[in-house]
């Protein structure tokens, strides 16, 4: 009887300080995560201010856009440090390369990423737009919009794109229209995807995958605190998101391709989504639970 007691009190004792551990944890995560916030805060304040100076000071179009995207850059290049988020990049492209770099999207760090690599102008929807806060930083990043819901106007949307390749800038095209849950490469859209062939300008396929978390290996658990998908609001994503210690993740630039100007529009989104889906590493229940290390041939921001 005397034993039971104590095993008891013992199990007890364990549980009521595990609890407590637990709770601080808990407490800790949320601390940092509420310093990151704050930072994020004054780097988009930062980037605000300087892309409402641009605009005041610079009335050619075209310098105008080239300068609130390298301020894009530069804020992105802030953002990746300030939150531990280490980048690596594969076969790094020219800074010069103008092209329609295509590739997959699951949430905002592939975006900030691959921002903070290469500048580019960055194709999004007018629901972002039109969304609080985030509407206003795309805008002020120099983003082109297309209206993904009404395909009525698609030839216009088509023929501004084509317009931003011949100025020589490089696009960014999520082609999957939305950011997927990470499961899978979501079937591309197509027409977009013409304009490279229609301007005369190349494809770059590009593969964005999660290498390590909290210098460990990518787990199942954690594709809600890097993936912003579905109904799940901007800040409840970024919160999670900023709750972990760090983050590595890979960006992989793919062969060039050259598209005709009338290719089947159907056969190079199925060729782009076959070389993107082919190096993609998918979260799953039973995925591998193996470190990732990068090799000699990475580069890192």
Not at 81 to 108: Q, T, W, Y
Request: proline content about 4%; overall charge positive.
């Amino acid at each position: 009887m005397g034993k039971y007691i104590r095993q008891t009190v013992q199990s007890g004792f364990f549980n009521f300080r595990l609890k407590r551990m637990n709770f601080f944890n808990e407490l800790f995560l949320n601390l940092r995560a509420a310093f990151r916030l704050f930072r994020f805060l004054i780097v988009i304040t930062m980037f605000g201010l300087r892309a409402m100076w641009i605009r005041m000071t610079t009335s050619d179009p075209l310098l105008q856009r080239k300068r609130l995207i390298l301020n894009g850059r530069n804020t992105a290049r802030l953002c990746v440090k300030a939150f531990r988020v280490e980048v690596i990049c594969n076969n790094p492209i020219p800074e010069d390369e103008c092209s329609l770099l295509v590739g997959n999207h699951i949430g905002f760090i592939d975006i900030v990423s691959l921002q903070a690599i290469r500048d580019a102008v960055f194709i999004t929807s007018l629901e972002m737009k039109n969304t609080p806060v985030l509407g206003q930083i795309s805008e002020m990043g120099g983003c082109a919009y297309v209206d993904r819901k009404n395909r009525m106007g698609i030839q216009q949307e088509l023929k501004g794109l084509i317009d931003v390749l011949k100025q020589e800038f490089r696009v960014v095209l999520y082609a999957e229209s939305v950011a997927s849950n990470g499961e899978q490469v979501l079937p591309f859209k197509k027409t977009l995807m013409t304009a490279a062939g229609l301007a005369g300008k190349p494809i770059r396929p590009f593969v964005f995958n999660f290498a390590k978390v909290n210098d460990g290996p990518v787990l199942y658990e954690h594709r809600d605190s890097l993936c912003w998908y579905g109904d799940n609001s901007f800040f409840s994503a970024i919160w999670k998101s900023m709750k972990l210690d760090s983050v590595a993740c890979e960006i992989e630039f793919l062969p060039l391709i050259y598209p005709g100007a009338d290719e089947d529009r159907t056969t190079l989104a199925n060729r782009v989504h076959a070389a993107v889906s082919a190096k993609y590493k998918p979260f799953h229940p039973s995925m591998n639970l193996g470190s990732l290390q990068p090799n000699g041939n990475f580069s890192t921001v």
